[in-house]
Each structure stands twice: as structure tokens, then as C-alpha cells.
């Protein structure tokens, strides 16, 4: 990924800091990377006020910008911490953040009566969701195909103003110089790049219709997969079973025996085969129901 490097230089604030409005003197700042974020505020607001008395483009303008940028680096990496773990490099998402807190701080205004860094967070994170929906897949796609569907996206754009209309898949081939399965291949991967939630909502043609939404269209609610998260946690309630508790469990709900079979394979009667049974079965409850209490 190609991100623009923010770089904005460490300098000392001497002199320039101060409102002159009569709200004390002027605060040093030696290295506003290092300005802690309750600090930063208060200063943030004195550069800002700083900002509106400078004429944009001088020099003493840029180091209060830039003092500002620094100063405020921290949000960045605060609001770049909520996507750790997304598969992207985190000095990559920083640095689109950053682009983010440079448009907030060329934005804002203390006429809003308003802390900056309330105004600031939407734009740094509106930043980086946006870098990850132009350069993140829906579902894995190959790089061979991601570059294929890169190269196919120009041909199109180059034959559709040649044309003055969508190329086909033979044309499209013909200006890549590659077959035409190869084509559609890259045209079912770009399907790949895009994903629609299954909580979408669908609107009918009709107010009459309501409204759906995609799941309700797509296959079949199997009621099977509501048991493998019990069937999960049953497993080691089994393990801890005797041998003969297994036994009598499978004779009666996999085997589908009668008590009074599995009284005979047991050499018991009906009305013990029935005590073990409901034992058994109590025991196993408590066993799930303490699992969902440490849930």
C-alpha cells in the first residue's frame, strides 16, 4: 500500500504558544509527541487560537500545524488500535489515520464549542474504514486473481471509451492477450471484493410487501446446527462418565433400547435401568447448565 508518510518536525515552542489574550504565559513545548493527551487539549486549544492570528502559509503558521499534529498523535493510535487484528499492518493504518487528524485540524474551529477531540475521532476513523474498504477483500481471493481483476477493471475502462459501450469477454481477452476463461475467472473473482450482510434489507415492490432481508432467501434453516454448541460442551460431561453410565446413555438415545432391554443386557430390572437413566441425565444437565453459568 502506498500512504502518504506524516512527518511533521519536532520543534520547540517558545514563543508562540501563548493566546495573547490574557490567559498566562506562553508553555514551552520541547517535544509535543511526548505532551500527555490530558495536556493536549488545553495547549491544543492555544494553537488553535494561535492558528486564526497567523496567516496561512508562514512559517510560524506551519509550526503551530504542525505542533498540533504531533501534539495529537496519540488519538490517532488510540482510534488505529480499535482495527489491531484486521490483518493489516498497524503503521499503515496509523498512517491513514493520520490523514484523518490532518483534515479535522484544517477544519476545526473553537467558535463550535466543542472539544477537538470529539471532532477529530470521526474523521480518523472515517479515515481508515474508508482505506479498509478500498484495499480489503470480502472473502480470500489469490493475488494472481486480485491483479488479474486489476488489469481487467483498465482493459474495460480503456474498450468501454474506445467503444462506447461494455466490452465483451472476447474483446476483453483479445486487448489483454489472455483466453477468455481467464476472463471470466477474473470477472467471478471481482465478486470476491464486495459482499452484501445477510441482515441486508431487501424492499418489496410494493408497500403491501414489506421488507426482508437477504437470509430469508438464501438456503434452508437447518435445525441440526442448533445442537452442535450442545453437543460441543456434552462431550467432556460423557468423557467423565463410567464406563457402564456410556453404555446405558448409548443403549438408550443412540440404540433406542427399552428400559427393560437394557435391564436384560445389564442383568438388572426395569425400575433400576430407570433410576440410572434419570441419574444420569440429571447429572449431565448440571454439568451444561454450570457451563452456561461460567459463560
Known amino acids: 500500500m502506498q500512504t502518504a508518510v506524516v512527518r511533521p518536525q519536532a520543534q520547540v515552542a517558545g514563543k508562540t504558544a501563548g493566546s495573547g489574550t490574557g490567559e498566562g504565559s506562553a508553555r514551552d513545548v520541547v517535544d509535543p509527541r511526548s505532551v500527555a493527551p490530558r495536556d493536549a487539549r488545553q495547549l491544543s486549544r492555544q494553537f488553535f487560537r494561535r492558528l486564526t492570528e497567523l496567516e496561512e502559509g508562514t512559517a510560524e503558521y506551519q509550526f503551530a500545524r504542525n505542533t498540533l499534529i504531533e501534539m495529537n498523535m496519540s488519538l490517532v493510535r488510540f482510534a488505529a488500535g480499535r482495527f489491531r487484528g484486521r490483518g493489516n499492518d498497524m503503521e ?105 450482510s445477510l441482515d441486508a434489507a431487501l424492499t418489496g415492490d410494493g408497500p403491501e410487501n414489506g421488507e426482508s432481508v437477504l437470509a430469508d432467501f438464501i438456503g434452508v434453516e437447518e435445525d441440526g446446527l442448533r445442537l452442535v454448541e450442545d453437543f460441543h460442551s456434552l462431550a467432556p460431561l460423557m468423557a467423565e462418565l463410567s464406563e457402564r453410565d456410556r453404555q446405558i446413555i448409548h443403549l438408550r438415545f443412540v440404540e433406542e433400547a427399552t428400559q427393560a432391554e437394557i435391564g436384560e443386557r445389564l442383568g438388572c430390572s426395569q425400575m433400576h435401568v430407570s433410576r440410572l437413566i434419570k441419574r444420569i441425565i440429571t447429572r449431565l444437565r448440571e454439568g451444561m447448565l454450570g457451563e452456561l453459568g461460567c459463560a
Not at 470529539?118 to 474508508?130: D, M, N, Q, T
Not at 483498465?154 to 474498450?159: D, I
Open 92 to 196: 499503515d493504518i496509523v498512517q491513514t489515520g493520520m490523514i484523518g487528524l490532518i483534515k479535522a485540524i484544517d477544519r476545526f474551529e473553537l467558535s463550535r464549542e466543542v472539544e477537538f477531540t470529539s471532532f477529530a475521532l470521526p474523521y480518523i476513523v472515517g479515515e481508515i474504514k474508508r482505506f479498509f474498504r478500498d484495499t480489503t477483500w470480502a472473502v480470500h481471493v489469490p493475488r494472481r486473481l486480485q491483479e488479474l481483476r486489476v488489469e481487467l477493471a483498465r482493459a474495460r475502462e480503456e474498450l468501454s471509451t474506445r467503444l462506447d459501450r461494455e466490452p465483451t469477454v472476447a474483446e476483453l481477452a483479445t486487448l489483454m492477450n489472455i483466453g477468455e476463461d481467464q476472463v471470466i475467472e477474473g470477472q467471478i473473482a471481482s465478486n470476491g471484493y464486495n459482499s452484501s
